[in-house]
Structures are given as structure tokens and as C-alpha cells.
């Protein structure tokens, strides 16, 4: 079975600094996708970025960007230019690549902190 | 991204009764709707797999004659929490997968369950 290891329970940065939220995942497949979901204070789950195993180039979504390295099974988010609407937690999931398999393995997730 | 609305936001009910918790996809249509149990501090434990015009597929430990769920359209999954508990309190949030966007799952603003 999959397993996605967040090992930063929390977090914390400087308002206009750059931050980076750790994620390893285990899996025998060669192709799946990782995403990283955050869920504010409000606790509505937002998408904030996604990879395709498949694909060599990193992710990026305006000031969040990943470094995925797939040989080492790590999918790192860096949050650049923090703003304190970034404050939330942050969930590293992985799914598989098709099939009637689509469901997300979730990490424990990332208390993010962003300072003032 | 796609609109998931969840509805009610908060629910509280009196031990031994049900509730129905709506989960609906705004602008898209999903044949495959999740639903999820997150309990404070922690990540998301998926409860079940909800399928267009077919049984849901539940997960280990998940009681199928508490938590009912029904597919009927291809735009709403309900989830029933039958003869309700004080165990049963907690948040549950659904998500659609969005076929049209690469499978990608959106999720509801979640609904806040207490039992009195």
C-alpha cells in the first residue's frame, strides 16, 4: 500500500520569506500524481498545486512551485514571497494512476505558521 | 477549480437521530464522490467511495448501516448518519472527481456533526 510521510508537523515563516514543506511517499508504481492540498482556518480543502509522475519538469503555480524528485520519492513544496493568507495546513497526497483507483493517500500534514 | 457545495456547514442533533449531509458538484459532473472523516489535529480518513447508480464501496472499519450513502444523480451524493451518537461528532468533508479535469478531487467546505 502507498504511505505518504509528512515529517514537519509544523512550520513557521516571516511574512515575505520563503518556505518549504517536506513530502515522501512510498509506492511500487511508475506512474501516479502528487498534489499538495491546504486547508485554512476555515477548513475548506483548496488544490494548490499537482504533478504527474511522468512528467520531469517541476510544478509551479505562481509562488508555489515543487521539487519533485522522483528517484527518491520526495515531493517538496516551496512557498515563495509568504503572505500571512498562506497560514494553514498543508496535506501532501499521492493517488495512483488510474483504474477504478483514484482514490488520495493523504499525509499527516504541515501546520504552517506564516509571521507577521 | 470545479465547486463542490456541502451542505448543511454545521449540524446538531439529539442522540438516536439521523442526518443527511448533501454533497453536491456545481459545474461538473462526477460519477465518483468521496467522502471523508477528519477528527481535530488530524488528516482525512476516507470513509467511503460513493459511485453513480451503484452500492458504495466502504472502507475497513466503516459501518455500512451507520453511514449510509446514496449516488443517485451524477451531481449528488448524500451521506446519512443513522440513529446518531455522541461518538459519531466530527467533521466530514466530501469531494467530487472531476473526469473532465484529469480526475482531479474537489472538496466541500465540509459539515460540522454534533451529537447531543
Known amino acids: 500500500a502507498q504511505t505518504v510521510t509528512q515529517s514537519q508537523p509544523e512550520m513557521s515563516v516571516q511574512e515575505a520569506e520563503t518556505v518549504t514543506l517536506s513530502c515522501t511517499y512510498d509506492?511500487?508504481?511508475?506512474?501516479?500524481?502528487l498534489f499538495w492540498y491546504k486547508q485554512p482556518p476555515s477548513r475548506q480543502m483548496i488544490l494548490v498545486i499537482r504533478q504527474e509522475a511522468y512528467k520531469q519538469q517541476n510544478a509551479t503555480e505562481n509562488r508555489f512551485s515543487v521539487n519533485f524528485q522522483k528517484a527518491a520519492k520526495s515531493f517538496s513544496l516551496k512557498i515563495s514571497d509568504s503572505q500571512l493568507g498562506d497560514a494553514a495546513m498543508y496535506f501532501c497526497a499521492y493517488r495512483g494512476s488510474g483504474g477504478s483507483n483514484y482514490k488520495l493517500t493523504f499525509g499527516k500534514g504541515t501546520l504552517l505558521t506564516v509571521n507577521p | 477549480g470545479a465547486v463542490v457545495s456541502q451542505h448543511p456547514s454545521r449540524v446538531i442533533c439529539k442522540s438516536g437521530t439521523s442526518v443527511k449531509i448533501e454533497c453536491r458538484s456545481l459545474d461538473f459532473q462526477a460519477t465518483t464522490m468521496f467522502w471523508y472523516r477528519q477528527f481535530p489535529k488530524q488528516s482525512l480518513m476516507l470513509m467511503a467511495t460513493?459511485?453513480?447508480?451503484?452500492?458504495?464501496?466502504?472502507e475497513q472499519g466503516v459501518e455500512k448501516d451507520k453511514f449510509l450513502i446514496n449516488h443517485a444523480s451524477l451531481t449528488l451524493s448524500t451521506l446519512t448518519v443513522t440513529s446518531a451518537h455522541p461518538e459519531d461528532s466530527s467533521f466530514y468533508i466530501c469531494?467530487?472527481?472531476?473526469?473532465?479535469?484529469?480526475?482531479?478531487?474537489?472538496f466541500g467546505a465540509g459539515t460540522r456533526l454534533s451529537v447531543l
Open positions: 460513493s459511485n453513480e447508480g451503484s452500492k458504495a464501496t466502504y
Open positions: 509506492t511500487s508504481e511508475s506512474d501516479y500524481y
Open positions: 469531494s467530487a472527481r472531476d473526469e473532465g479535469a484529469d480526475n482531479i478531487q474537489y
